[in-house]
């Protein structure tokens, strides 16, 4: 995971696989940004090749956080598709590109 800053917005950069053996990384790169309360957090999942679902469930927890505007960058067969599929879409904010997301989080 990469973590960075895109003004006042934390931006979490996921890539490789999401799964039980490395979902903790994803898990602790949310929490740590989230501690500081930051106005807003994009997980950028661009470079995921494959979205497990306990990577879902991480996704789904850190959208819950009361002060925290958050949002889900997700194109494709490995992390858009399931999001869309099982309803998660529908719940977290998902933008096909990082700069839709960024535009987003910053008007709400």
């Not at 950069?13 to 979902?23: E, H, K, N, P």
């Not at 994009?42 to 470079?47: F, R, Y």
């Not at 494709?76 to 590109?97: K, N, S």
């Amino acid at each position: 995971m990469v973590v960075g800053q895109t003004g006042a917005t934390c931006v979490i950069t996921a890539s490789g696989t999401i799964d039980t053996l490395t979902v903790s990384q994803l898990e602790d790169a949310i929490e740590s940004v989230m501690t500081d309360a930051p106005p807003a957090v994009v997980v950028d999942l661009l470079g995921v090749d494959f979205l497990a679902s306990v990577g879902i469930g991480v996704l789904v927890a850190a959208q819950h956080h009361p002060t925290t505007r958050f949002a889900v960058v997700a194109d494709g067969p490995a992390t858009a598709r399931p999001l869309r599929l099982i309803g998660v879409a529908d719940v977290i904010d998902v933008f096909p590109t990082r700069d839709e997301a960024l535009s987003a989080v910053d008007s709400w």
